[in-house]
């Protein structure tokens, strides 16, 4: 035994498949299921949720036991590989709330109990990664749980999806269109209270994103029959009794109807008008809500009720035979509302009711119908508006879930078909749906069984084919070109003179009479032979054997419809029905297709289309007749097990890789291989032991490389950042060094041509030149006049410069002269007089500069009042003590010397000795050498005593005085060496001037006056 085991990256442990090698024989054994427990705890509490643990898995006792086992416990679903076997558990269970949706969304297969959710999620994340279409086919018999199952699908595939607000619609749409199908294509049966007397498939379209954005429904044969009768204990079409609970007064009252099934010969022949397990009046509710969502309008609706409506009516058309045996309708009531409610003229429909045209060459004759043609009539138009308009309904549906644009997208398809079917009296339908059954086990057993067993002979694979019963023989008995039973029925229905279902009956024993899985009452043996009447065949179908009535076969398959009825429908003015009954049918001379052909083109279409996908199944298992919940009928439930090939499924499954991938996809995901189950759980155990460390290792080693790829992110960042803005450092530096090779550039040129008159070549640079010499000028202005410095200029603006210089001392000199006050404005002129006569030719005079000359050196308190009286008024204006030295002895006496403004007077005491009037003053003499000396010459006359000789203190103040007063200053003179002075009365003396030690004045011996006077500090 081999057993696949795989360890997906989130650590999940699949069990993917077991094999069994064949020559491995093991017993059943019932305790191996118990060992299997111990070791699967944690996920699997009952029995074993695969089919291909089980150790006996040849053993059909332990098949059912572990599926009962469960079943009690309500674990309904169980895999067998891939493939889900489902129990129908007759009660509500808690195992599809939007919580276990959640569950099962995007966990791999295994991980998780086997439910529905895991087949859909399974097939929906193969689709998104693959890219590839799918269906999921599910199968069982009537009332076994495939409608519920589809239902489930499509709710989790509308809450797990990712959807926008725009999808909503189609969501609701998609999830929305099965009530309004199962109203109108769904009754109770004995078999199941919601049964699907129609088959579909769905596809539900997804984007690229896996978003569902659209889907399309096919349909496939109604079974129109219903319409106009009912078996005992069975209904007619939900929607007959839900119009008449649930629909509103005026609604009822429009259509001529009445709150009542009873009335209604269509709804009665059951006897079972109101069932327990059906609320009518709330799926009405249901139903008009979703043809609101679906995109009805009111018209729609109007129309189709009153189809709804019309069909009741119909049915309770009575004809009566009149004198001619012809057929005449009883009442006119009923007749009046048809007429109304499908807009058809009364007295036309009433004809066409009782009449029929045949056509004789070219001309058309009406004949009239006999009581029995005109009830076949009147339920022919009955079952016809109603199948079409079923089809309709399902095109309108299909219109509002249509996908408009053209993107590609995946889908994946819904097969909810009705299930195999074993009545009491099973009829031209029966045979339709038992043959559909036929050809859906011919498919699975072509997609799993025999291709898997062909490729692994193929492959060379040391491979003990396993038995199956291959439902090919069946399929071929029913639909052969020529030799099988719907041709030779067709034959029967086209060929001319009296076909009969008798002589049907006898064409098939003739043809395929030697066929083992064709039985009549003829060909039977003689213990067959009772429970086969004369009317009867019997197949014997890979489900079982069903005996068929062949009653009504030509007629069903015919689904003739009176020409002229069909006139009258052409020209109904209801618009569904005018839209089902195009005038271009009238038109075509052919024959149209039988029933039993449509059905089987339309069921190899189906085949075709599902032969392109991935398949996904689920097998409904019923399990018990009676619909009551935890009953687990053995006997019910191995049959099933059994056609449906589930025990030959389990063993190409555990013998085989029944984990069917592309080989790179395969060894993408797979890393181990287990020969026994034992091993895998023991290996199971281990890992659950071991499955934190691992985990937390994993993990560690995961965010380390997050980490890593995280830092290698941002250290690629930060180097592109750092490029990047080096390379604008660098721009920007080479810009700025271009610039300085240009401006340097342009200042050498400049500096070459900066003699040359102004040029572009140097314009800038002089500019440049002139602003830094006139900015270094500006700091550098001197001061005040005195100041003599100034900056020296570039030779090119030695001009300018000398401009600028004498403006500068020009304006030092003005904002000097400003400055000046009166007093020392006077001060200035007698040092300018002062400098004129001394400058450079006195000793004294450099030191002298900076003292101040005085106004006066004595006031006018300090002279005597006499003398001021003696002066008679005039005012002093300058007086000094002076020292006098006599003519004769040059004596040396302390006088003061008086200036007015006429004369200079010598006083002593109170008395003036001398007056010198500065009109006769004749000179003003002094030394060149640092004395105090002055002599004032004056005039020879009797008045005048002789020449002044007077030492000052301040020689050079008192001088400049006495001239400016005399106004007589080139009469001073500045002697070297000696001087000669009048000594009165014409005498001359001499006056020697020289330097010694110590300043000194006597008279020598030589007579002169000698003054010594110290060496001038140079
Ligand atoms: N998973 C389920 N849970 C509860 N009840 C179910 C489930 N599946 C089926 N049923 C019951 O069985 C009945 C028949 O199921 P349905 O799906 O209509 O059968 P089918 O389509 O195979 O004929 C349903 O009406 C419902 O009452
Ligand atoms: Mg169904």
């Given at each position: 035994m081999f057993l696949l085991y795989s360890a997906p990256p989130d650590l999940t442990v699949?069990?993917?498949?077991?094999?069994?090698?064949?020559?491995?024989?093991?017993?059943?054994?019932?305790?191996?299921?118990?060992?299997?427990?111990?070791?699967?705890?944690?996920?699997?509490?009952?029995?074993?949720?695969?089919?291909?643990?089980?150790?006996?898995?040849?053993?059909?006792?332990?098949?059912?036991?572990?599926?009962?086992?469960?079943?009690?416990?309500?674990?309904?679903?169980?895999?067998?590989?891939?493939?889900?076997?489902?129990?129908?558990?007759?009660?509500?269970?808690?195992?599809?709330?939007?919580t276990q949706m959640q569950l099962y969304r995007g966990v791999n297969f295994f991980?998780?109990?086997?439910?529905?959710?895991?087949?859909?999620?399974?097939?929906?994340?193969?689709?998104?990664?693959?890219?590839?279409?799918?269906?999921?086919?599910?199968?069982?018999?009537?009332?076994?749980?495939?409608?519920?199952?589809?239902?489930?699908?499509?709710?989790?595939?509308?809450?797990?999806?990712?959807?926008?607000?725009?999808l909503q619609v189609v969501r609701d749409r998609l999830l929305l269109s099965n009530p309004v199908l199962e109203a109108f294509g769904n009754a109770k049966t004995l078999r199941n209270d919601n049964s699907s007397r129609f088959g579909k498939y769905m596809d539900i379209q997804f984007d690229f994103k896996g978003a569902p954005v659209g889907g399309h429904i096919l349909s496939y044969l109604i079974e129109k029959s219903r319409v106009v009768h009912q078996n005992h204990g069975e209904r007619n079409f939900h929607i007959f009794y839900q119009l008449l609970e649930g629909g509103e007064k005026d609604l009822l009252s429009w259509l001529g109807l009445e709150r009542n099934p009873q009335k209604y010969a269509y709804l009665v022949q059951g006897r079972c008008a109101k069932v327990f397990s059906i609320n009518d009046k709330n799926d009405w509710k249901i139903v008009r809500k979703a043809f609101s969502i679906i995109d009805f309008t009111e018209k729609d609706l109007e129309h189709l009720f009153g189809i709804v409506a019309s069909v009741l009516h119909l049915g309770n058309i009575q004809f009566e035979e009149d004198s001619n045996g012809h057929a005449i309708i009883r009442n006119g009531t009923q007749i009046k509302w048809i007429s109304k409610l499908l807009g058809v003229h009364l007295s036309i429909l009433q004809e066409a009711l009782t009449h029929r045209k045949i056509e004789a060459r070219s001309e058309e004759v009406l004949s009239p119908?006999?009581?029995?043609?005109?009830?076949?009539?009147?339920?022919?138009?009955?079952?016809?508006?109603?199948?079409?308009?079923?089809?309709?309904?399902?095109?309108?549906?299909?219109?509002?879930?249509?996908?408009?644009?053209?993107?590609?997208?995946?889908?994946?398809?819904?097969?909810?078909?009705?299930?195999?079917?074993?009545?009491?009296?099973?009829?031209?339908?029966?045979?339709?749906?038992?043959?559909?059954?036929?050809?859906?086990?011919?498919?699975?057993i072509e997609m799993t069984l025999k291709a898997e067993q062909e490729e692994y002979e193929m492959e060379g694979i040391e491979w003990e084919p396993i038995p199956y019963f291959n439902n090919k023989i069946i399929c071929d008995l029913v639909e052969q070109k020529h030799k099988g039973i719907i041709s030779i029925l067709d034959e029967e229905c086209l060929r001319p003179g009296e076909a009969t279902d008798l002589s049907f009956l006898e064409k098939l024993e003739e043809k395929v009479g030697d066929h083992a899985h064709f039985v009549t009452r003829k060909l039977a043996d003689q213990k067959t032979r009772k429970s086969i009447d004369w009317v009867d065949f019997r197949l014997l179908h890979y489900a079982g054997e069903v005996t068929y009535c062949a009653v009504g076969f030509l007629e069903k398959?015919?689904?003739?419809?009176?020409?002229?009825?069909?006139?009258?429908?052409?020209?109904?003015?209801?618009?569904?029905?005018?839209?089902?009954?195009?005038?271009?049918?009238?038109?075509?001379?052919?024959?149209?297709?039988?029933?039993?052909?449509?059905?089987?083109?339309?069921?190899?279409?189906?085949?075709?289309?599902?032969?392109?996908?991935?398949?996904?199944?689920?097998?409904?298992?019923?399990?018990?007749?009676?619909?009551?919940?935890g009953k687990f009928d053995d006997c019910l439930i191995r049959h099933q097990v059994k056609y449906l090939g589930l025990m030959e499924h389990l063993r190409v499954r555990r013998a085989g890789f029944a984990y069917r991938r592309k080989y790179e996809h395969f060894l993408q995901r797979t890393k181990i291989f287990i020969r026994f189950p034992k091993t895998l759980f023991a290996t199971e155990d281990a890992f659950e032991i071991r499955k934190h460390l691992l985990?937390?290792?994993?993990?560690?080693?995961?965010?380390?490389?997050?980490?890593?790829?995280?830092?290698?992110?941002?250290?690629?960042?930060?180097?592109?950042?750092?490029?990047?803005?080096?390379?604008?450092?660098?721009?920007?530096?080479?810009?700025?060094?271009?610039w300085a090779v240009q401006i340097i550039r342009k200042f050498i040129k400049g500096f070459i041509n900066r003699k040359k008159p102004l040029c572009p070549e140097n314009t800038e640079f002089v500019r440049l030149v002139q602003y830094k010499y006139l900015m270094k000028l500006r700091d550098h202005i001197p001061r005040n006049v005195l100041d003599k410095s100034w900056l020296q200029p570039p030779s090119i603006l030695e001009e300018i410069s000398e401009m600028l210089q004498k403006i500068c001392i020009r304006n030092l000199v003005q904002k000097y002269c400003r400055g000046v006050t009166p007093e020392r404005k006077v001060q200035l002129q007698q040092k300018a007089v002062t400098s004129a006569i001394f400058r450079g030719k006195k000793e004294g005079y450099q030191q002298s500069i900076n003292l101040p000359f005085a106004d006066t050196r004595l006031k006018e308190t300090d002279i005597s009042p006499k003398v001021l009286q003696l002066i008679q008024g005039e005012k002093v204006k300058y007086a000094t003590p002076v020292v006098k030295y006599d003519r004769n002895g040059f004596k040396a006496r302390e006088r003061l010397l008086v200036l007015t403004q006429s004369s200079a007077y010598v006083v002593e005491m109170a008395k003036i000795k001398q007056k010198i009037d500065y009109a006769t003053l004749k000179g003003i003499s002094t030394s060149n050498l640092c004395d105090g000396i002055v002599v004032i010459h004056v005039p020879e006359d009797n008045k005048q005593k002789g020449d002044v000789i007077l030492q000052c203190e301040h020689i050079f103040e008192t001088v400049t005085k006495l001239c400016m007063l005399a106004n007589k200053q080139n009469l001073v003179k500045v002697v070297k060496g000696s001087l000669r002075f009048r000594i009165g009365s014409g005498k001359e003396g001499t006056m020697v001037f020289t330097v010694g030690p110590e300043p000194h004045v006597f008279k020598a011996k030589d007579g002169q006056l000698t003054v010594v006077s110290n060496q001038a500090k140079s």
């Amino acid at each position: 035994m081999f057993l696949l085991y795989s360890a997906p990256p989130d650590l999940t442990v699949h069990l993917f498949s077991s094999m069994t090698l064949s020559h491995e024989k093991e017993e059943v054994e019932d305790n191996t299921d118990i060992i299997m427990e111990g070791a699967l705890i944690a996920r699997d509490r009952v029995g074993v949720q695969d089919f291909v643990l089980l150790d006996s898995h040849t053993s059909e006792a332990a098949f059912l036991n572990n599926l009962r086992k469960r079943y009690q416990e309500n674990l309904i679903y169980t895999y067998i590989g891939t493939l889900l076997v489902s129990v129908n558990p007759y009660k509500e269970l808690d195992i599809y709330t939007v919580t276990q949706m959640q569950l099962y969304r995007g966990v791999n297969f295994f991980e998780l109990p086997p439910h529905l959710y895991a087949i859909a999620d399974n097939a929906y994340r193969v689709m998104c990664s693959e890219y590839n279409n799918h269906f999921i086919l599910i199968s069982g018999e009537s009332g076994a749980g495939k409608t519920e199952a589809s239902k489930k699908i499509l709710q989790y595939y509308a809450v797990t999806c990712p959807t926008t607000e725009q999808l909503q619609v189609v969501r609701d749409r998609l999830l929305l269109s099965n009530p309004v199908l199962e109203a109108f294509g769904n009754a109770k049966t004995l078999r199941n209270d919601n049964s699907s007397r129609f088959g579909k498939y769905m596809d539900i379209q997804f984007d690229f994103k896996g978003a569902p954005v659209g889907g399309h429904i096919l349909s496939y044969l109604i079974e129109k029959s219903r319409v106009v009768h009912q078996n005992h204990g069975e209904r007619n079409f939900h929607i007959f009794y839900q119009l008449l609970e649930g629909g509103e007064k005026d609604l009822l009252s429009w259509l001529g109807l009445e709150r009542n099934p009873q009335k209604y010969a269509y709804l009665v022949q059951g006897r079972c008008a109101k069932v327990f397990s059906i609320n009518d009046k709330n799926d009405w509710k249901i139903v008009r809500k979703a043809f609101s969502i679906i995109d009805f309008t009111e018209k729609d609706l109007e129309h189709l009720f009153g189809i709804v409506a019309s069909v009741l009516h119909l049915g309770n058309i009575q004809f009566e035979e009149d004198s001619n045996g012809h057929a005449i309708i009883r009442n006119g009531t009923q007749i009046k509302w048809i007429s109304k409610l499908l807009g058809v003229h009364l007295s036309i429909l009433q004809e066409a009711l009782t009449h029929r045209k045949i056509e004789a060459r070219s001309e058309e004759v009406l004949s009239p119908l006999n009581v029995d043609l005109a009830f076949y009539a009147r339920d022919a138009v009955a079952k016809a508006i109603y199948g079409r308009t079923f089809t309709w309904l399902v095109n309108k549906i299909n219109g509002s879930l249509a996908n408009k644009d053209s993107t590609r997208k995946t889908v994946i398809g819904l097969l909810d078909i009705y299930g195999f079917e074993v009545l009491d009296t099973n009829s031209f339908e029966q045979f339709c749906i038992n043959y559909c059954n036929e050809k859906l086990q011919q498919l699975l057993i072509e997609m799993t069984l025999k291709a898997e067993q062909e490729e692994y002979e193929m492959e060379g694979i040391e491979w003990e084919p396993i038995p199956y019963f291959n439902n090919k023989i069946i399929c071929d008995l029913v639909e052969q070109k020529h030799k099988g039973i719907i041709s030779i029925l067709d034959e029967e229905c086209l060929r001319p003179g009296e076909a009969t279902d008798l002589s049907f009956l006898e064409k098939l024993e003739e043809k395929v009479g030697d066929h083992a899985h064709f039985v009549t009452r003829k060909l039977a043996d003689q213990k067959t032979r009772k429970s086969i009447d004369w009317v009867d065949f019997r197949l014997l179908h890979y489900a079982g054997e069903v005996t068929y009535c062949a009653v009504g076969f030509l007629e069903k398959n015919n689904d003739l419809l009176y020409r002229n009825l069909k006139e009258v429908l052409c020209n109904s003015k209801n618009g569904i029905v005018r839209e089902c009954f195009l005038l271009s049918e009238l038109d075509s001379r052919r024959r149209p297709e039988t029933v039993a052909t449509q059905f089987k083109n339309s069921l190899m279409s189906l085949i075709e289309i599902l032969m392109s996908k991935e398949p996904s199944y689920v097998r409904c298992i019923k399990p018990n007749e009676n619909k009551e919940p935890g009953k687990f009928d053995d006997c019910l439930i191995r049959h099933q097990v059994k056609y449906l090939g589930l025990m030959e499924h389990l063993r190409v499954r555990r013998a085989g890789f029944a984990y069917r991938r592309k080989y790179e996809h395969f060894l993408q995901r797979t890393k181990i291989f287990i020969r026994f189950p034992k091993t895998l759980f023991a290996t199971e155990d281990a890992f659950e032991i071991r499955k934190h460390l691992l985990v937390s290792r994993l993990q560690a080693k995961y965010k380390g490389r997050l980490g890593k790829r995280d830092y290698q992110k941002k250290r690629k960042a930060a180097i592109k950042l750092e490029a990047c803005w080096r390379g604008v450092l660098a721009r920007k530096e080479a810009k700025k060094r271009t610039w300085a090779v240009q401006i340097i550039r342009k200042f050498i040129k400049g500096f070459i041509n900066r003699k040359k008159p102004l040029c572009p070549e140097n314009t800038e640079f002089v500019r440049l030149v002139q602003y830094k010499y006139l900015m270094k000028l500006r700091d550098h202005i001197p001061r005040n006049v005195l100041d003599k410095s100034w900056l020296q200029p570039p030779s090119i603006l030695e001009e300018i410069s000398e401009m600028l210089q004498k403006i500068c001392i020009r304006n030092l000199v003005q904002k000097y002269c400003r400055g000046v006050t009166p007093e020392r404005k006077v001060q200035l002129q007698q040092k300018a007089v002062t400098s004129a006569i001394f400058r450079g030719k006195k000793e004294g005079y450099q030191q002298s500069i900076n003292l101040p000359f005085a106004d006066t050196r004595l006031k006018e308190t300090d002279i005597s009042p006499k003398v001021l009286q003696l002066i008679q008024g005039e005012k002093v204006k300058y007086a000094t003590p002076v020292v006098k030295y006599d003519r004769n002895g040059f004596k040396a006496r302390e006088r003061l010397l008086v200036l007015t403004q006429s004369s200079a007077y010598v006083v002593e005491m109170a008395k003036i000795k001398q007056k010198i009037d500065y009109a006769t003053l004749k000179g003003i003499s002094t030394s060149n050498l640092c004395d105090g000396i002055v002599v004032i010459h004056v005039p020879e006359d009797n008045k005048q005593k002789g020449d002044v000789i007077l030492q000052c203190e301040h020689i050079f103040e008192t001088v400049t005085k006495l001239c400016m007063l005399a106004n007589k200053q080139n009469l001073v003179k500045v002697v070297k060496g000696s001087l000669r002075f009048r000594i009165g009365s014409g005498k001359e003396g001499t006056m020697v001037f020289t330097v010694g030690p110590e300043p000194h004045v006597f008279k020598a011996k030589d007579g002169q006056l000698t003054v010594v006077s110290n060496q001038a500090k140079s």
